[in-house]
């Protein structure tokens, strides 16, 4: 939902310097403030903005993410147009496929950009090291807590850190905004062809938990003289065991009773879940899992191998998203659930957030730069709302409204899971570690102890300060 951004009442100073890292000649002047942005002068600032895209696509085909001649693209050029007009200053665009720069220049002090977005990978780092401003820093500029324009606040976990945000999203731009782990997509030729229901209909009868998931394996598989015709289910330990262990409600990590941040993987909750997660994947049905990973699992989606393969989310959609490029008839799932949550529970878990907007601590104009990339982040007038971007995905990618909804609710519930802090050993594990559930835990206990307070709690700690406790 479009919010207005917060109100200005009083006109501020603030310098501009020639370049960054440049002598400090300072030019001073009045900035009016008005409701609109019409009414914001940045007396031609330079804002240099750069946008990282993956290492694997041309710089040149894209602006602000989008590629060139699509709707979208000519909508950012647009708004970057229009801002730069309204706001009277310059975006200075840059690009580029090696974000890590942006950690190297921000320890040495090297000026790249005024803000920068890209994968997070980076920019935790140089959060940690003092090198991105805060958020709260810029709230007269930005209004940061407006989580239906910039991501809610379990989505901005990875870029939380002691007391404060140092990253956003843009929630409502199509496409930039999600990536979580790992949605299951449905070749529904194979359903057909198979005469079984629509697994997406136990979904919308919330009835998607690990027996009937069980049962599906079962059911899906087909070998014909020894030939395997079909899989149930594409997917190795690590995607099955990293999702499945959060299926019963868990979180990586809580608050108990004491206020103290802990590990939610050592709950009755999860100790369920990863025991049904064992039996399943190992037990009688395990053959009719093939254990591989992504491009196998999207190889075989794509050319009726198997039924069913958990994906990461820009594997479907976007600019890599071979799925919805290339297969002519899917559906999406999100991932059965436990007897201890609500049925119809979604959720989804992270490991990066692939379009993260931040600011530089070696910026001489954050303000100008706050108050420009909030205009340009402004939702575009087709798409003001979450339901205006769940039709677009209807109409763009899927072939149900429902997909886009399981899309947009599994990243309207996600939670980053600490792979990038050590914990990918921990989650992927454990499935096929041949030991029991709680030899696992206890093998990782001081692991996951030293994780929770090196980098979960700062973590969490810099969301309730930014957001309040959680509710």
């Known amino acids: 939902m479009k919010k207005i951004a917060k109100i200005l009442l009083i006109a501020m ?6 370049t960054a890292c440049g002598s400090a000649e300072q030019e001073v ?3 009016d403030f008005s409701v609109s942005t019409e009414g914001i002068d940045l007396e031609g600032a330079n804002i240099v903005y750069k946008v990282y895209v993956p290492s694997n696509y041309d710089v040149n085909n894209q602006i602000l993410g989008y590629e060139l001649d699509t709707i979208f693209a000519d909508m950012a050029k647009q708004r970057l147009d229009d801002v730069e007009k309204n706001l009277n200053c310059t975006i200075e665009l840059l690009s580029g ?3 890590s720069e942006y950690m190297t220049a921000a320890v040495s002090g ?3 950009s005024d803000a920068a977005m890209c994968e997070t990978g980076p920019l935790v780092q140089a959060a940690r090291v003092g090198m991105l401003i805060g958020l709260s820093e810029l709230g007269d500029y930005i209004d940061y807590t407006n989580e239906a324009k910039w991501g809610y606040r ?3 976990e990875i870029i939380a850190y002691e007391d404060d945000v ?7 731009w199509p496409e930039l905004s999600v990536y979580v782990r790992d949605p299951i997509v449905v070749n529904e030729d194979l359903i057909t062809a198979l005469g079984e229901t629509d697994p997406r209909e136990y979904i919308e009868n919330k009835q998607w938990t690990w027996d009937v998931f069980e049962d599906c394996l079962g059911r899906y598989y087909v070998e014909e003289g020894g030939e395997v015709k079909h899989y149930s289910l594409t997917s190795d330990a690590g995607i099955f065991g990293s999702m499945f262990v959060f299926s019963n409600g868990s979180t990586f990590v809580e608050k108990n009773d004491k206020g103290e941040y802990v590990s939610g993987l050592y709950t009755e909750e999860a100790r369920k879940a ?4 064992i039996e399943i994947f190992n037990g009688p049905n395990a053959h009719t899992i093939c254990k591989q990973s992504y491009d196998a699992i999207t190889d075989n989606l794509i050319n009726g191998k198997t039924v069913l393969g958990p994906l990461r989310s820009y594997e479907i959609i976007g600019l890599r998203g071979r799925i919805a490029r290339e297969m002519t008839n899917f559906g999406l799932l999100s991932w059965p659930h436990g007897p201890d949550v609500e049925p119809g529970y979604v959720f989804a878990y992270y490991s990066n957030i ?6 530089s601590r070696s910026t001489q104009q954050p303000e100008a730069t706050a108050m420009a990339i909030s205009a340009l982040y402004e939702p575009f007038e087709e798409y003001p709302n979450m339901e205006s971007v769940i039709d677009f995905l209807t109409k763009t990618y899927f072939f149900d409204r429902q997909d886009a909804e399981i899309y947009s609710g599994m990243y309207t519930n996600s939670y980053y899971m600490y792979f990038n802090e050590g914990m990918s050993g921990f989650l992927n594990g454990w499935i096929g570690s041949n030991k029991s559930v709680s030899e696992h835990l206890e093998s990782y206990e001081d692991t996951v102890a030293t994780c929770i307070e090196k980098y979960a709690a700062p973590a969490m700690r810099g969301l309730e300060a930014v957001y309040g406790d959680a509710e």
């Open 354 to 359: 692939h379009n993260c907007i931040a600011f």
């Open 154 to 156: 379990n989505m901005l």
């Open 29 to 31: 002047f009045d900035v």
């Open 13 to 18: 100073l603030f310098s501009l310097f020639t």
């Open 274 to 277: 990863m025991q049904r997660g």
């Open 110 to 112: 090297t000026f790249i």
């Open 97 to 99: 496929n090696n974000a």
């Open 166 to 172: 140092f990253g956003l999203t843009p929630l409502l």
